[in-house]
């Protein structure tokens, strides 16, 4: 019997959910979501019934794994692009990716679940994935009932309707617009702190429309000084408003602002030998002992002091989280990606600055983006109230946008639909001509106005022409070339093309290693290019070509996304990886972050997995299978990290 008090939204949504009906929760960060999830998990467990669970990002699906654990042990299963940890468990949690390509199979497995929890639906509006969540939607088996988690969306009521709209079922509408712990908002401008708008615009926007572009350039400079981040930090330890969280929207800033806080101590001396103690266990737990990255950082913890971004090693940031959670690191400075569903509050949300690059150009941070970091702030439980702290900048954030991104209602969730290549295959083997009929029962369709369809319609028939020119689809069916690509999402064309041409049977166990890396990796802005040995370069010639055939098509129809190109920038580490040197030693053939390093060694890992379901050959299928085997060692391996440790 369930005895636990909950509050009035949470107790709504179970009333719901007891009476049978999918339901879409919207409430602020740090408001208790969870509770909704875990209340289904527990009901559908006590019915013998199975609970899909999907995430985002492979690091929220991880950490929801590790909790979930806790509570429902071996009951639990994680399903990502490369982990697979008993994944006949009942409660089963995938990134959001592996739910929808086992939608779109004829034999996923996925009748045995009569739940899915969407956690962050709204990252249906991200430009890049968002059409994941979409097809997720659109594609969702019949019975299956759902659960829908988000940041506040204010067309919750579109969003609902659409869903009802496509699966003739009632989708009943939670909205809570109070957060446990209230949040107070401040502003350090030109060095002082301010506690409203009002005086910020006193402060730095006093000669807003007089200033030139020679007076900015030398009025950056002044702030930079006026402005500096260890006077906040000095202020916010007066104030006893630690511990804090500081969102940076750069790897080395995070590293750079932790060591600009070297003269600081936040720890009593109790607290230094605890955090160490623990930081020294944990060390060894994770096989971090020795490691130059730990040892960097020890200096830092020791006196309460942390940062943690994508670019570390995935057991350095568990360290950092297992610390933090201790509540013996008093500030740590961080990328976004931490606000992102990771239940890690703190008193005190700082923001470094209010712009960032959105995947596409530098803007102003988006009100939703802001109020999921800034929810961060206040503890539940613990805090009666939770401080956010902006950093403004007059000379980078005008006062209107200022004014907007503070007080503005949260962006409207949009449609991001647009099938990939590998979508309109699977469509076309279950659908044939009549894959279009599909689009009608989109977000897209139901948003936008009638011009909007009729080029929306003209996108996907352009694909499916370019399918169908390439090979793909030939006599109203898939050929064994549209079979292999329909199972790898995001890299089909290029790749397809590679193995119809023989290129994949002919390339050494080492070569697939490098094709599938260069096909996943992106270069950040200045990356150096290694000198490649011969082979590799002829590799290179092939697959640029390919990609260049490809391209001019996909130009000429507008098609947008460009299909990826390939980058060799990580080969020389990983051949020296194959060839089983070191991590460590590894790192001297590229000026990429170990971090970055894991994370496309393992999607790597991935496409070649994805290669392992295709028609491909037994010879083939071989030598990808001693290709894993050699990239999927020690560190790389993210199974590992979750079974040991």
């Known amino acids: 019997m369930d005895t636990m008090i909950y509050d009035p939204f949470q107790q709504k949504a179970i009333d719901y959910i007891k009476e049978g009906h999918s339901v879409i929760v919207s409430a602020p960060t740090g408001a208790g979501k969870t509770v909704i999830a875990e209340y289904v998990i527990n009901d559908c467990l006590a019915k013998d019934e199975g609970v899909i669970y999907t995430a985002p990002i492979k690091a929220l699906s991880n950490q929801k794994f590790r909790d979930f654990q806790k509570g429902f042990g071996d009951k639990i299963g994680i399903l990502t692009g490369d982990v697979s940890i008993n994944p006949s468990a009942p409660v089963l949690i995938m990134t959001t990716e592996i739910f929808r390509n086992k939608a779109l199979e004829s034999e996923s497995g996925l009748e045995r679940y009569s739940w899915i929890i969407f956690d962050e639906i709204h990252y249906l509006d991200d430009y890049e994935r968002g059409t994941v969540w979409e097809e997720s939607l659109i594609f969702l088996p019949k019975k299956m009932r759902v659960l829908a988690l988000s940041a506040t969306i204010p067309n919750i009521g579109e969003f609902s309707r659409w869903i009802q709209s496509i699966h003739k079922k009632p989708l009943k509408i939670v909205k809570e617009d109070k957060r446990p712990v209230p949040l107070h908002f401040f502003y350090q401008c030109q060095g002082n702190i301010a ?12 000669n807003e429309r007089q200033r030139n572009y020679h007076d900015r350039r030398f009025s950056r400079h002044a702030y930079s000084k006026q402005n500096r981040p260890t006077t906040l930090i000095k202020h916010l330890f007066n104030e006893k408003k630690l511990p804090c969280i500081y969102f940076v929207f750069s790897r080395k800033r995070c590293e750079y602002l932790a060591q600009e806080m070297h003269s600081f101590d936040f720890v009593t001396r109790a607290e230094r030998d605890q955090i160490e103690s623990l930081y020294n266990k944990l060390c060894e737990k994770f096989d971090l002992i020795g490691e130059a990255s730990a040892e960097t950082l020890l200096p830092l913890v020791k006196k309460g002091i942390a940062y943690h971004h994508a670019g570390m090693l995935p057991t350095l940031k568990e360290v950092v ?127 936008e106005k009638e011009k909007h369809h009729k080029r929306a319609i003209a996108r996907l028939r352009s694909k499916v022409n370019i399918l169908k020119d390439l090979g793909y689809i030939g006599d109203g069916t898939l050929t064994e070339k549209g079979y292999f690509a329909s199972k790898i999402y995001g890299y089909e064309l290029s790749l397809s093309e ?48 390919a990609v260049h055939r490809i391209h001019k098509m996909e130009k000429k129809a507008g098609i947008s996304p460009l299909s990826k190109s390939y980058f060799y920038h990580l080969t020389p580490a990983l051949e020296a990886w194959m060839r089983k040197e070191e991590f460590d030693r590894i790192l001297r053939y590229t000026d990429a972050d170990e971090g970055g390093i894991i994370r496309y060694f393992r999607m790597a890992v991935q496409i070649l997995r994805e290669v392992m379901d295709t028609p491909a050959s037994s010879m083939l299928k071989d030598k990808i299978r001693k290709a894993i085997a050699l990239i999927n060692r020690d560190v790389i391996d993210a199974e590992r990290q979750l079974r040991e440790f």
């Open 195 to 206: 506690d409203n708008l009002t005086n910020v615009r006193r402060l730095g926007y006093g």
């Open 321 to 447: 989280e297992r610390l933090f959670t201790s509540r013996l690191i008093k500030i740590i400075f961080t990328t976004e990606t931490f606000a992102l569903g990771i239940n890690m509050p703190a008193r005190t949300v700082i923001f470094d600055e209010l712009r960032k690059f959105s995947g596409r150009s530098f803007g102003t941070l988006r009100t939703r983006d802001f109020y999921q970091m800034a929810g961060r702030a206040g503890r539940r439980g613990i805090d009666e109230e939770g401080f956010v702290y902006s950093r403004v900048n007059p000379h980078d954030v005008s006062y209107q946008e200022l004014k907007t991104m503070i007080y503005s209602e949260p962006e409207r969730v949009r449609s991001r639909f647009n099938a990939s290549y590998a979508t309109l295959l699977n469509l076309y083997e279950k659908y044939s001509e009549k894959l279009y009929d599909i689009y009608p029962t989109s977000f897209h369709y139901f948003q």
């Open 498 to 545: 590679l193995y119809e041409r023989g290129l994949l049977e002919q390339l050494s166990v080492n070569e697939l290693g490098t094709l599938s890396l260069a096909l996943v990796f992106e270069p950040r802005k200045n990356s150096t290019k290694p000198k490649l040995q011969k082979r590799t370069r002829t590799l290179c010639n092939i697959t640029d070509e």
